[in-house]
């Protein structure tokens, strides 16, 4: 049985990054389809049936967050949004909107395909049945009987601590905003608190990395959120 | 139950009054019955306890008096200088208050709270000197007798027979954190007294045996002893609110103090003053002008002032009301301001007006439903001002110009004149009421001198040329005597009423002008558009108003006063010091006040809703003209009118600069945006076709590989450099907007560190943050700028295996960030101008970099309120700090988290 070719939109103004966006991608083995626009990006989206979006933020006739709502009404497949420095807000616009992942200008081949096939991976586990029983590290939880265990010991999580937990085991290697686990951890009430996040990851952090100030597993992405990376 | 909980009100009152006592200096006062019982003494040892505790103790002013155990209390004690005031030909000593805040000690002594001050010091009283201590967050430690208490000060006056004339307002007792009772039994003390232990002022040695008489000194104990208890009594009752130990239902009995012309009015204010005391309730106290009192003569004027301001330092809130009825004005006062009880002075016995209702009558008379309290008339010298009063305003009221007198008199001649021819045709009678007219007219037209005048000449002259026998004063027939006494009656009363009436007349054409004259500035001053015209403006309004020279200073934004602003004529030399003074303390200094009284120019704070905007300096020509209390008010409203221009003024040049720097923002930003969007997506493609070099078809060799690598880094070095160029010119524009938010220290060093892995594979980073360190509100993303530019100078200039310590530690109001290496170290004298932009530690070295991340980093802890620094360690390496202000982090509520594991633990 062969695997279906993962099919990539590649949406980007500037020729000369599309073009190196398309050599590596396909040098990889996807196959991939560009655009220009929000407009084209949409029929092609649209059309082509496509496995993951790579979006460029900055596009001459539109913003690319619009772009993620319109997808996101109708496609669950993952979307990686390219943009610039120094505009963290519009990285979070986009994450909140839906989008999984990010890349920072200028990015290297390899960076792109190690995030591509980070999403693609976790899109194929997720159409499995999740394993109740998860391991990363030293850790490894019991979803089913609610256990932690850290080098094989018991270790006591608070239910907020836990709470979270899930929620980044349930979206790894995905740039996850402070709103989105505000709203997913603690409820709507709390969507401003921010420095609620920080603290218990914080606290997360010490209790499952070795070194808390330069954590292997709960990243932090300055100004954008955290990533969870197995 | 709601009536067991403390009304929320008063619980807001107290935590703001808590708040503000958090912040103040606190007050300690050693209170005794008399002089001699030893409070200086044990002020002094109490303070070498604090002082053995470790506290900043400071002597402002002991007297010792020469007691030797006292003098060897002040060993060890640092004592402020005092300093030189000259007085007339003398130098006298003085405590100096501008040296103890300067000093700022956390606790100061000061003895005597009651002493005044020598002529010319900033304030009259200490009493005020410590006020302004305790505001500047000192400690004090004071002193004070029973006798100068204001509101015993009569009491003890009528038990002594000696009155002291300095004293000390009871508010200040009742806010003093602590009352200390210093006791000592009247035998003992007369014991000190026989043994010379007890220091006597330089008074006749008659009354000071009178004072320590024992009797005496039973009755000040007494009162000292009950004046404490009442205090904690107080202390008691607000604990009991504190604590909601029961409910107390406090029924606000307001008081209301009606202050008169009259000598009494001083006692009716230390009554009530009393009496609210003892009550806990809060009380007002007003005087009523009315067209009669404004004749009043001008040391009553001053007696009323002076009394009004009593009452004010009482603690009673003030007003000075109009109207045409004192009775009517003081119902109606008393009535809006929810007041139930009226106290007033008792009238004096009028037996031969047995008509004349007194003012307790009148008030009850007007609204039975208030109470009114008389009190007592102080009899030693009730007659006397009584008299002066009504000679100072006879002779006042009789006075008119000559050409007045004049006038009338030809109008005498006249009728007399014209009472010749008809002499021989009229009955007498009819000739007296041609006269009659005479003395009408007069007395209409020219005021009650000359028509008094007027009066006595048609009598004499109607006696003189008709009333047979002719021509002689003598009179044949009595029933003249009747013509003659109505004649007079006729012209005084006539007299009276008409100069009442120009009176009255005049008040209301004054008053009239006084509105007119505010509406005119008021609609001048709308129309200005600068802080020129509104000088010129009050510069107008004060002359013509007050008589006065006046000028404006204006505080900058850092509160300092500027220099006054120009106007074209005008021209006063200000004191700058003492218009500062009355802008700290939004309070009138200078000219008639209580601060600084000698300066012949009257500071007035211009108080905007928004905030103090500046100080209006007036030099009146006649200083008293402005402490009437009608002249006050228009000050008043002046100086408020003149805030209120100053600050649309204010606002206006606000609008139009925020107008201007917004589009000059959007502006750069736009153009900074273009720029750094042109100048990186060529950079970004040429990194990412680099990679995709070694993706071509064929596979490309070995030597292009290599290639490709390097365009590939280099590009990643020019982009590097690209930030930080960008970076510099907008942190310099001011175009960055810090995103500040309260997070862990440890999350930023952790993302800095992941940022800057490959620059750091030959070194050993250690990162040490305490548990405790609170959250900073910092902007994520460019603190971690500072750390990774720090990081990537550490690496840079340290050889390989180096290691880097990240540390952090809170101190005080901030805390202190490092990043320290054992390295080189930096070259010495550069720790400073390594911060500059495009400076370097080592010039044209074969290290790559421009020197700007530095000053980038610079530029972005000063951005945060903080501040950085580079040094040399001791033991080897340099070390770069920074400080971030602690700010008042939220606080994390763990409460949910430990609800949600009980409810799991079930």
Known sequence: MTEPVPVIVVIEDEPKIRRFVRMSLEAEGYLVFEADSVQRGLIEAGTRQPDMVVLDLGLPDGDGVDFIRDLRAWAEIPIIVLSARTTEADKVAALDAGADDYLTKPFGAAELLARVRAQLRRRSHAGGTPGTVFEFGKTRIDLGKRVVERDGKPLHLTPIEYRLLSYLIAHPDSVLTHRQLLKNVWGPSHADDSHYVRVYMGHLRRKLEDDPSQPQHIVTEAGVGYRFIV | MSDTRPDPDQLLDRIKEDELRAARGKLKIFFGASAGVGKTYAMLSAASQQLQQGRDVVIGIVETHGRRETEAMLEGLERLPLKDVPYRDKVLREFDID????????????????????????????????????????????????????????????????????????????????????????????????????????????????????????????????????????????????????????????????????????????????????????????????????????????????????????????????????????????????????????????????????????????????????????????????????????????????????????????????????????????????????????????????????????????????????????????????????????????AQLTTGLKYQARIAGRREQRVRALYEMSRDLSGALMPEQIAEISQRFAETEFGARAVILLADDNDRLAEPVHVPGGSLVVDPGIGQWAYDHGDYAGCGTDTLAGSPILYVPLKAPMRTRGVLALEPKDPRRLMAPEQGRLLDTFARLIAISLER??????????????????????????????????????????????????????????????????????????????????????????????????????????????????????????????????????????????????????????????????????????????????????????????????????????????????????????????????????????????????????????????????
Request: with cysteine; net charge negative; aromatic share 6%.
């Open chain 2, 99 to 494: 040296g103890a805040l300067v000093r700022k000690p956390a606790l100061i002594l000061m003895d005597e709270l009651a002493h005044s001050n020598v002529p010319g010091s900033r304030h009259p009283k200490r009493w005020q000197d410590v006020e302004e201590l305790l505001a500047a967050g000192i400690d004090v430690y004071s002193t004070v007798n029973v006798q100068h208490l204001e509101t015993l000060n009569d009491v003890v006056g009528g038990i002594t027979g000696i009155r002291v004339w300095e004293t000390v307002p009871d508010h200040v007792f009742d806010v003093a954190d602590e009352i200390v009772l210093v006791d000592l039994p009247p035998d003992e003390l007369l014991q000190r007294l026989k043994e010379g232990k007890v220091y006597l002022p330089h008074q006749a040695e008659r009354a000071i045996e009178n004072f320590f008489r024992k009797g005496n000194l039973i009755a000040l104990r007494e009162l000292a002893l009950r004046r404490t208890a009442d205090r904690v009594d107080n202390q008691m009752l607000q604990y009991r609110r504190d604590k909601s130990v029961a409910a107390v239902w406090q029924t606000r009995d307001s008081l209301l103090a009606c202050v008169g012309p009259g000598e009494g009015a001083d006692r009716v204010i230390r009554s009530a003053a009393r009496m609210a005391t003892r009550l806990d309730v809060p009380w007002h106290a007003v005087y009523v002008e009315t067209p009669e009192l404004q004749r009043l003569s001008e040391s009553q004027r001053l007696r009323i002032l002076k009394n009004v301001k009593l009452a004010q330092e009482m603690g009673a809130e003030t007003a000075t009301l109009s109207g045409s009825d004192a009775v009517e004005t003081v119902v109606a006062y008393a009535r809006d301001h929810n007041l139930s009880r009226v106290i007033v002075g008792r009238d004096h016995e009028r037996s031969w007006r047995p008509w004349y209702r007194s003012v307790a009558d009148r008030v009850g008379h007007w609204a039975p439903d208030l109470e009114v309290i008389q009190v007592a008339r102080d009899e030693s010298q009730a007659r006397k001002p009584a008299a002066d009063r009504y000679e100072e305003s006879w002779l006042e009221r009789l006075k008119a110009p000559w050409q007045s007198f004049a006038m009338s008199a030809a109008i005498c001649g006249l009728a007399t004149a014209i009472a010749a021819p008809l002499h021989s045709v009229f009955d007498l009678a009819n000739i007296a009421m041609l006269f009659l007219l005479a003395v009408l007219l007069v007395s209409v037209r020219y005021g009650l001198g000359p028509s008094v005048m007027a009066t006595f000449l048609n009598v004499a002259a109607f006696d003189f040329f008709y009333v047979p026998p002719r021509y002689s004063f003598a009179v044949s027939d009595v029933q003249y005597l009747m013509t003659f006494a109505v004649m007079l009656a006729v012209g005084l009363v006539t």
């Open chain 2, 649 to 906: 003024v204010h606002y206006v040049d606000v609008a139009q600069s925020t107008t201007v720097q917004m589009e000059s923002e959007r502006l750069r930003n736009s153009l900074l945006s273009a720029i750094s969007h042109d100048l990186r997506t060529p950079l970004a493609a040429l990194v990412g076709l680099a990679d995709s070099m070694a993706m071509t078809k064929p596979a490309p060799t070995g030597e292009q590989v290599d290639i490709a690598v390097s365009m590939r880094e280099e590009a990643l070095r020019m982009n590097a450099l690209v930030n930080n160029l960008l970076d510099m010119a907008r942190l310099q524009s001011g175009a960055v907007k810090l995103n500040r938010q309260w997070q862990p220290l440890e999350e930023v060093v952790g993302s800095a560190l992941k940022s800057v892995r490959s620059s750091l594979v030959e070194h050993r980073v250690s990162v040490e943050l305490p548990e405790d360190l609170p959250l900073l509100e910092l902007d994520a993303v460019l603190i971690e700028r500072v750390f990774c530019n720090l990081l990537d100078n550490a690496a840079k200039y340290t050889p390989n295996g180096s290691s880097i310590a990240i540390g952090a530690a809170a101190s005080g109001a901030s805390v202190e960030v490092w990043v320290a290496d054992n390295g080189p170290g930096l070259p010495a004298g550069k720790e400073e101008m390594i911060f500059k932009k495009f400076e370097r530690g080592q010039k044209e070295s074969a290290t790559s970099g421009v020197g700007l991340g530095l000053a980038i980093c610079r530029a972005i802890i000063e951005a945060h309120g903080g501040r950085i620094r580079a040094e040399n360690r001791r033991d080897g390496g340099a070390r770069f700090v920074f400080t971030l202000p602690r700010g008042n982090p939220p606080a994390v509520d763990h409460a949910e988290d430990e609800a949600l594991s009980g409810e799991e633990s079930r």
